[in-house]
């Protein structure tokens, strides 16, 4: 026998006789060799990436030696092995520069939770439904069999495979193996995506992708509903940044506006926050071009193919005067011509739109705006050589026979209007490489366990944050807790074995990963958008407002994102920086809307829209529109790990499927709803600030 999986019995005497003298024990003490060789008490510091979004940050791990509980041959038991005791961002990598967020802090928590699924499950035959949570243990040997004949009995134009967004080798690898099996190509699935940003930049600058933001070197920044800050695209590159362009600079600090309609983040450490309506935010865009150009600062020509998507560019934009954008927007006439001069003046400028500004049903024409404004006063950069995945719709799975899912929980994160979770339970095989059971993979047939990153070959290719091309790769940095193995390695595995094999060039994940990037496929050009994608159009929103009175506006959560990290108990004590919840969320309402409806804080609310309702406790802000209701994602979990199942509600549930025309994605700020008190404060909403009544208003200062 292998000594690394000796096992050795009973190794300790005294308690072996300790559990014997009180007549038959319960459990043996297993004591497996160690598999490790490492000086007890010296750190190892190795490098790795963090996984827990696609900015693709470089850590540093703190690795000592230490005793921890395994599994290994389906036994539990205790060796001695180097453990990741401490992530920290890696120095000098281009994207992080030994940063590292609050969420990369805590993605060590992935590899130790109790909660983790560490070894093959199948789901229990029965009478119980799809979904029920009932599994039973396989060995590896017998999960693969059961695949590769699943595989076998499938038309290949009939699997279908589902991931979460990874720029990256793992990405590709799953599409090469769709490819040879002769199935579609997957679908990367985020609710809070940003393929309209990506579409409109392809328009126009060319590039399908999002931007590096230049905030280093700006002396003005102007976002337009970008949390920039917090959670969207590359937040730690961005602070990094931001940080240069405010302090790093002797006698130059930069100027940041930020224009949205829901206190974010970022828009509390902005110098000016400007509110504006929901789905105008092109509108204000281009208000600011035309004072620009009208007073001579800027040429029209100088905005390039950006300012020709703008309909009536090239004559100044004359329907756009800062009065004409005053009664569309809500922003005074002299506050846009003031900004726009600023703007103007102070060089170089940044602009750019993401999150509620383009998840509107013009979310396009948004987008274009702000591209065309920022191509005026500066030009754009982009991060080379980076090909990211076109959009597929979720619903696309509706007529697969077999369902591979890897990382994506798209039951969860999808609105209950799109049916997503009935389209899934009708696929008769369904398979999940997930390390926890959460809402999508409770529904599968066959869970086939991944490593965590840190056990596991990892690799990143991020489509921004640096000026140059970023690529990404590290080692395990300790061996496996349990019987897991690496998703990719399984389908090589499996692809070896069909009768139809599919020819995959690696032995291995890690070969794949040393061989490094795979050449750029051509990718065929795409047409201009139907329609007059240029032209502003009224955004549509799904509810009547004389019934549904507000905007609704779902948000990624600081600490849990959409919701896929909420398994994370370190992210659920990690306050939320304007409200302070933890283990809870909250609905957002205007202060003083919030008084003449009658509702305090704490108070149990009913929000509802034409597709559902949630109940949640209220948060009276005033960083808030009075017509808007805002809600961080995250929360609402029916089936995450102890530590998320049942607590808070979804807001994406409630979620009209409606969706920009261009792209085909969810419009998930185009929903409105209504708002009743149902209850008292029952204590569900815990802060770690208390009120915001709490204490009086501090003393004018003379």
């Not at 937040?235 to 405010?246: D, L, S, T």
């Not at 690529?471 to 193995?485: C, D, I, K, N, Y």
Request: with cysteine; hydrophobic share 40%; glycine share 10%.
């Amino acid at each position: 026998m292998d000594r690394r999986r000796f096992i050795k019995l009973s190794a300790l005497t005294g308690s072996s006789a300790t559990l014997a003298s009180c007549g038959n024990p319960e459990y043996h003490l297993i004591r497996f060799v160690p598999e490790d060789k490492l000086t007890p008490g010296i750190a190892v510091w190795k490098p790795s990436i963090c996984p827990l979004c696609s900015a693709g940050c470089g850590l540093n791990v703190r690795v000592m030696d230490g005793e921890v509980e395994v599994l290994r041959d389906g036994k539990l038991g205790l060796t001695r092995m180097g453990l990741a005791k401490k992530l920290e961002g890696l120095p000098d990598h281009p994207i992080n520069h030994g940063k590292l967020c609050t969420r990369g802090l805590a993605a060590a928590e992935i590899t130790y939770h109790p909660d983790r699924v560490g070894h093959p499950l199948k789901r229990a035959a029965g009478p119980g439904a799809r979904g029920d949570g009932k599994f039973e243990e396989i060995s590896w040997d017998q999960a693969i069999g059961e695949l590769v004949a699943k595989l076998d009995a499938t038309d290949p134009k009939k699997l279908a495979m589902v991931m979460r967004r990874q720029p990256g080798l793992r990405a590709e690898f799953m599409r090469q193996f769709a490819m040879k099996f002769g199935a579609p190509e997957p679908i990367a699935f985020e609710v809070f995506g940003d393929d309209v940003v990506r579409r409109a930049n392809e328009l126009s600058f060319g590039s399908y992708q999002l931007p590096t933001l230049d905030l280093a070197d700006a002396r003005y920044v102007i976002s337009f509903g970008a949390d920039f800050l917090g959670t969207w695209n590359s937040p730690v590159a961005q602070n990094v940044a931001y940080g240069q362009m405010r302090q790093g600079r002797p006698g130059v600090r930069g100027k940041f506006v930020q224009i949205e309609y829901r206190m974010s983040q970022t828009g509390a450490n902005a110098d000016e926050w400007v509110p504006v309506r929901p789905g105008t935010e092109g509108v204000l865009a281009l208000g600011l071009a035309n004072v620009i150009m009208k007073s001579g600062a800027r040429k029209a020509a100088d905005a390039g193919r950006a300012g020709t998507l703008i309909e009536g560019w090239g004559e100044g934009l004359a329907n756009y005067t800062p009065q004409e954008v005053e009664k569309k927007t809500g922003v005074p006439a002299a506050r846009i011509e003031r900004l726009a001069k600023e703007f103007a003046e102070q060089r170089p400028g940044v602009a750019f739109a993401a999150g509620a500004a383009v998840a509107q049903t013009n979310g396009l024409f948004n987008a274009l705006a702000v591209n065309a404004l920022q191509a005026l006063v500066a030009e754009v950069h982009f991060m080379p050589g980076v090909q990211v995945a076109r959009p597929r719709k979720i619903e696309d799975v509706k007529d697969a026979q077999v369902l591979l899912v890897d990382g994506a929980n798209p039951v969860y994160a999808s609105p209950q209007a799109a049916k997503v979770r009935e389209a899934i339970a009708q696929i008769p095989y369904i398979v999940s490489f997930g390390i926890f059971i959460d809402e999508t993979s409770v529904m599968a047939d066959l869970i086939l366990p991944d490593h965590s990153f840190l056990e596991s070959w990892v690799q990143a290719m991020p489509e921004s944050g640096a000026r140059t091309a970023v690529v990404s790769m590290a080692g395990p940095v300790m061996q496996p807790l349990h019987e897991t193995r690496s998703t990719p390695d399984v389908l090589i595995d499996v692809g070896k074995k069909l009768k139809k094999p599919v020819d995959l060039p690696w032995k291995s994940f890690e070969e794949m990963v040393k061989a490094g990037p795979l050449p750029a496929r051509a990718q065929a050009e795409r047409p201009l958008p139907r329609g007059e994608a240029g032209k502003f159009a009224e955004p549509q929103f799904d509810g009547n407002p004389n019934e549904y009175a507000f905007h609704f506006l779902p948000y990624p959560s600081q600490a849990l994102l959409d919701g896929s990290l909420a398994h994370l108990p370190m992210l659920q004590e990690l306050p939320d920086p304007l409200t302070s919840a933890v283990w809870s969320n909250c609905v957002e309402i205007n202060t003083q809307t919030a008084e003449k409806l009658g509702i305090r804080q704490g108070d149990i609310v009913e929000v509802a829209s034409t597709q559902g309702a949630i109940r949640v406790p209220a948060f009276p802000s005033p960083g808030i529109a009075p017509d808007v209701l805002a809600m961080p994602a995250g929360q609402g979990h029916e089936n995450f790990t102890r530590y998320a199942t049942g607590r808070g509600a979804n807001p994406i549930k409630i979620l009209a499927q409606i969706t920009e025309p261009e792209t085909g994605a969810v419009a998930w700020a185009a929903t409105r709803v209504k708002i009743r008190k149902v209850a008292d404060a029952d204590g569900s909403l815990v802060l770690v600030a208390g009120s915001l009544t709490d204490y009086p208003p501090e003393h004018p200062h003379r």
